[in-house]
């Protein structure tokens, strides 16, 4: 779950991390109003949880209040990758002498955290590691153990900081890792955080991801998600303990098991059609879950015909094949269905499914050859 | 020979009075595992089946039936928990089949685990399947037969799609192992590889990846090093949009990092075949 950059700076400030003076503001008068009480300079920001806010125009500087409160009624009127901007951060103007990158974030190959920092801040990390790879410093923390004084010492170090700001960098990356830890972060970054003119480090924007699987733990923390972010069907989805992403394509799918619901987008495409989302059923594929996967990947209007891959373990075929029938009835569908069941018990399923006119299949490419077929025809 | 488990291993279910833990456990002793104790805090002194006696530790259950292999179906936030007893208690093969334990949990489990030399397998997996000696985990039992294909895989019913596949052709396995689909799991894909290469059963591998993560070009790696046996891989996820979490909390690419195209090209280079959908492996595996 991302956090928005307001969210995360506030995170941030309750480990001892200097964040400029700001609100969050969802009108432009509020933002005037804010403005005013920062003395009238300030930096407006639009809260999206998309990257390249800065070159789409959603980060303004206003030079008094009243260019605050029109820069605020241009960006609340934004629509940034297809997001609406609903919010705005208004943050005081700092005068920046210099900018690091400072992030913690979880490296899979080496199972450690690991951070990294650059001089080269204010830019994407990811920009800096493909083209200047020996201007970044990653050093890895012993999960065990928690992150050492000297660790963040030999950042310092690196980055050239002046002896002066080393016992505030230390004092903020050891708040960034603690901030990431205790709120079960998989990414907690400070980028830029900068050198300001009368010599203070500060935390002009900031970003987490908090791990969902983690969210049990932080109660405070899962309310703060902001589902007007999340396509409508997403959240609908989570409701129901579903895993579901939508695509482009035109063929819905409804698999049970993850990698088999990928393997089945990859052969829709693979005969020449395309997938209009990752749907996980689950294990039982019950009735129940059935109808709600199929509301959910039927309110896509570009679906023109509906796949189902389901692998028969120990949930019997025939007991799947009653399953779907009984959410069809309920939910009546406009599209065709092509439904394929493997393991045990699937032909009796399938002679079930054949006989209520669904199109069947007892191969995945004969399944997904249908699947295209059908949604051509429509 | 097989790997990991055999008709030999004495399996310890922790969380054996749930509901899962207790359905499983019917269908493992079903199957013929020799399933010797369960474990269950405050439960201690109970009999599950009328015959596998509940413990309230994993060191008492280990002490009383020399239990050599921990199956953990315990929910998310006791699972961590589950696996720290399980090593502490002396058992050296760990199987959880828990999905969704946060991922910083499991830095720190990993690394107290390989201070132990402890093998864990998963989480987030279904598990150990040796056709006709044991079942450690929930892949089901009917659609394997016994053989010389190895297998090992990120997924659940993918994998099965590929057993029952083999097994219509009647070409059966020698273990199959659910690695799990989470970022930080307990064994990779080069471990398990480093096994079937030393199993004199397993003749060639099947190995099911999918994006995420380097896994999969840290076996091919492997694969041009040390591995004799044919490999035959799928990668699934080439049509999976960068950024999005696939069902699995693995299952991402980030960063431009992880897509099928970088694996399938990492394998292919090393002279592995890789199927183009699921069901052209067994055709592979076959004409092997």
């Known amino acids: 779950m991302k956090l928005h950059e307001y969210q995360s700076k506030q995170i941030f400030a309750r480990y001892g991390i200097p964040i400029p003076r700001g609100r969050i503001a969802e009108t432009a008068a509020a933002a005037r109003q804010i403005a005013e009480e920062l003395g009238g300079r300030a930096v407006i920001k639009a809260q999206v949880l998309v990257g390249g806010r800065g070159k789409a125009g959603g980060v303004r500087l206003a030079r008094d209040a009243q260019e605050a409160e029109q820069l605020a009624t241009q960006i609340l009127s934004m629509e940034i990758k297809g997001l609406p901007v609903r919010k705005v951060l208004v943050d005081e103007a700092a005068s920046i002498e210099q900018e690091i990158y400072l992030g ?82 998989t990414l907690a970054e400070i980028n830029p955080l900068v050198i300001t003119r009368d010599q203070r480090l500060l935390a002009l924007d900031g970003k987490m991801i908090i791990d969902d699987n983690a969210l049990f733990r932080h109660p405070d923390l899962a309310e703060m998600r902001d589902v007007d972010e999340d396509a409508p069907a997403e959240v609908e989805a989570r409701k129901y303990g579903l895993s579901y992403i939508k695509l482009d394509g035109s063929i819905g799918c409804m698999v ?123 | 020979m097989s790997i990991l488990v055999d008709k030999n291993t004495r399996l310890l279910v922790q969380g054996i009075t749930g509901n899962e833990g207790l359905f499983h456990t019917t269908q493992m002793v079903a199957y013929g595992t020799q399933v010797v104790a369960g474990v269950t805090p405050g439960k201690g002194g109970e009999w599950v089946l009328d015959k596998i006696p509940v413990f309230d530790s994993v060191k008492m259950a280990v002490e009383a039936t020399g ?150 070009e840290r076996a091919a790696e492997f694969i041009a090093a040390r591995m004799t046996k044919p490999v035959v891989a799928f990668i699934a996820g080439q049509t999976a949009p960068p950024g999005k979490r696939m069902g699995h909390a693995g299952a991402i690419i980030e960063g431009g990092a992880g897509t099928a195209a970088d694996k399938i090209r990492a394998l292919q280079a090393v002279g592995v075949r890789v199927a183009r959908h699921p069901e052209e492996i067994a055709e592979i595996v076959a004409n092997l």
């Open chain 2, 67 to 216: 239990a050599n292999t921990s199956i953990i179906f315990v929910p998310a936030r006791f699972a961590p928990d589950a696996i720290f007893e399980a090593a502490d208690a002396g058992i050296p093969l760990i199987v959880c089949i828990t999905e969704g334990i946060p991922v910083q949990d499991m830095m720190r489990v990993r690394h107290y685990l390989d201070q132990k030399k402890v093998r864990l397998i998963g989480p987030n997996c279904p598990g150990l399947l040796t056709p006709g000696e044991a079942k450690v985990g929930i892949i089901p039992g009917n659609i394997a037969i016994p053989g010389n294909v190895g297998i090992v895989s990120r997924s659940g019913t993918l994998t099965y799609e590929v057993l029952y596949a083999l097994k219509l052709r009647g070409i059966g396995a020698s273990t199959c192992v659910g690695i799990g689909g989470d970022p930080i799991n307990g064994t990779s894909f080069t471990d398990v590889l480093e096994m079937f290469e030393r199993d004199p059963q397993t003749e060639k591998v099947v190995l099911i990846g999918e994006i995420g993560g380097t896994d999969e």
């Open chain 1, 104 to 185: 913690i974030t979880n490296d899979r190959a080496a199972r450690k955290p690991v951070i990294m920092a650059s001089a080269a801040g204010g830019v994407e990390i990811e920009e800096v590691a493909r083209q200047t790879p020996e201007k970044i410093i990653k050093v890895h923390v012993d999960p065990l153990l928690g992150l050492r004084e000297y660790q963040a010492r030999d950042i310092a170090v690196f980055l050239d900081l002046p002896r002066e700001y080393w016992r505030s960098f230390i004092a903020i990356t050891q708040g960034l890792w603690r901030a990431y830890v205790e709120n079960d972060a």
């Open chain 1, 256 to 378: 049970n098991g993850a990698g088999l619901a990928m393997a089945t987008m990859d052969i829709i495409k693979y005969f020449g059609g395309e997938p209009a989302n990752f749907l996980d059923v689950g294990g039982g594929a019950s009735a129940e879950k059935v109808a709600a996967a199929l509301r959910i990947i039927l309110s896509d209007p570009n679906v023109k015909a509906v796949l189902f891959n389901i692998f028969g373990g120990i949930t019997r075929g025939d007991v799947v094949a009653r399953g779907i029938l009984t959410a069809l009835e309920e939910v009546k569908p406009r599209v065709p269905m092509v439904i394929r069941l493997v393991g045990t018990n699937a032909e009796e399923g399938r002679q079930m499914l054949a006989q209520a006119n669904m199109i069947t299949a007892e191969t995945l490419a004969e399944a997904a050859q249908k699947a295209v077929a059908a949604a051509k025809a429509m």
